[in-house]
């Protein structure tokens, strides 16, 4: 009979611990679903998801020439004190112009001052005129770029330097993206 009692209690403990464990993963994914939704303005083409897998929700802001995205990622969740951080800011453009099949940079002007951010890939996906590209702070001009983007106010203008030369960025986009850095400050992330 002790021997028993010995074999019992192991596995009521595991059992215990297996169901807080269910309860706690639980209390996360609804937590994580419910930011998601909250932080998701389809009016903004601006949309927050969950990535169980990654554990993290995935902003992502869509506009006219690219997409701007990142993750908030939490610690202590569960505590009295959750923090949260942002991480793997990223702006990633596919263009359709006739001629263009390299994407060179992006360039943004603030008071008659150039900031530009280099792409860490691009690509060529048709010879007639479909370029793809990919934005990281992968250097210390596109870091510096990010931090004015996230924190001037006042009028900016972009452009994307192609093969063919330069294409101007709608302001509305220019202004999303200055959204977008500016959020991502907010949730804890750095531009470094």
């Known amino acids: 009979m002790k021997k028993l ?22 209390a996360i994914k609804e937590f994580m679903e419910s930011y998601a939704k909250e932080h998701t ?9 969950y990535d169980e897998e990654r554990d993290c929700i995935h902003m992502k802001w869509k506009c006219k020439m690219f997409n701007v995205s990142y993750d908030i990622r939490f610690k202590d969740l569960l505590t009295e004190n959750p923090t949260s951080y942002a991480d793997g800011f990223m702006i990633s453009m596919v263009l359709f112009f006739k001629g263009v099949t390299q994407i060179d940079r992006l360039e943004f002007v603030y008071e008659g001052i150039k900031y530009k951010m280099l792409p860490y890939t691009s690509e060529t996906l048709n010879e007639k005129g479909v370029a793809m590209a990919g934005f990281l702070m992968s250097d210390k001009t ?3 770029c990010l931090k004015m983007l996230s924190v001037l106010s006042g009028v900016v203008t972009g452009k994307i330097y192609t093969n063919k030369g330069p294409i101007d960025i709608p ?6 993206l200055r959204g977008m850095a500016r959020s991502y400050v907010i949730d804890g992330g750095t531009f470094e």
Do not use: H
């Open 5 to 26: 009692a010995i074999l019992i209690v192991p596995f009521l403990i595991a059992s215990c611990t297996g169901k807080d464990t269910q309860q706690q993963e639980q």
């Open 41 to 49: 303005d389809p009016d903004d083409d601006l949309t927050a998801e």
């Open 142 to 144: 596109s870091v510096e």
């Open 171 to 176: 302001l509305d986009d220019v202004y999303n």
